[in-house]
């Protein structure tokens, strides 16, 4: 597609559910990204997938937080037991290479409240 | 890993004048810096970007210069617009991904 998309775009999880954020990067890009913003903040890292491979997920704040892309294409980012402090919106980029080095391309996010 | 550091916090100016954000980070190894403009509930954009092989970039009115020395990086906006208004957010690249500052709230005043 000519964007990064994501879905949904709010989200409202009550505390201790499970959920799923779906992530389509832009066709042909190799390297796909999820940071985590809170509220009047800068993005934070959470993982980085080039194709299908998780190459760091070491931003991941828990064994709660899961990524996958299994085809190398739509990423989908997992939340189990959803806890207030993950109430943020989860933004999802992609980057044409395997270094990131010709900046990202971000979707809209999704918001996240836990309640 | 790296560490990006970012100020002002908030800056207000008013139109027609310039604005300057600042930037350090710690990786020497580091050697790309994009800046980003977020408006109020939008996505992050790449606005402008420089690589550590140059000095100085400028794209109409808006200019990077970039330190390596000191590792230290600048947003510079000329005749700022009311639609210059937003957080704006420097980042570095590290070893596989970008590390970004804590933003700056741009306000210019009509």
């Known amino acids: 597609g000519a964007g990064v998309s994501q879905s949904p775009r709010y989200k409202v999880a009550k505390r201790g559910q499970d959920v799923a954020l779906r992530c389509d990067p832009i066709?042909?890009?190799?390297?796909l990204f999820w940071y985590q913003q809170a509220l009047g903040q800068g993005p934070e890292f959470l993982t980085y997938?080039?194709?299908?491979?998780?190459?760091?997920k070491s931003g991941l704040p828990s064994d709660r937080f899961f990524a996958e892309r299994p085809e190398g294409s739509v990423s989908t980012l997992k939340i189990q037991r959803t806890q207030q402090e993950d109430s943020a919106v989860y933004l999802c980029?992609?980057?044409?290479?395997?270094?990131?080095?010709?900046?990202?391309?971000f979707g809209s996010g999704t918001r996240l409240t836990v309640v | 890993g790296e560490n990006v550091e970012q100020h002002p916090s908030t800056l207000s100016v008013q139109e027609g004048d310039s604005a300057v954000i600042k930037c350090t980070y710690s990786?020497?190894?580091?050697?790309?810096f994009p800046w980003y403009k977020q408006e109020l509930g939008k996505r992050p954009q790449l606005i402008i970007d420089?690589?550590?092989?140059?000095g100085e970039k400028k794209d109409q009115r808006i200019a990077v210069t970039l330190n390596k020395t000191a590792k230290h990086f600048s947003l510079h906006i000329t005749e700022t617009q009311p639609e210059d208004s937003a957080v704006y957010f420097c980042?570095?690249?590290?070893?596989?991904?970008?590390?970004f500052g804590t933003g700056t709230r741009l306000t210019v005043i009509p």
């Open positions: 420089i690589r550590s092989n140059v």
């Open positions: 980029a992609s980057s044409l290479t395997g270094q990131g080095n010709y900046g990202y391309t």
């Open positions: 997938f080039q194709n299908e491979a998780q190459l760091d």
């Open positions: 066709s042909g890009h190799v390297s």
């Open positions: 980042a570095a690249l590290g070893a596989n991904n970008l590390f």
């Open positions: 990786d020497s190894a580091s050697n790309y």
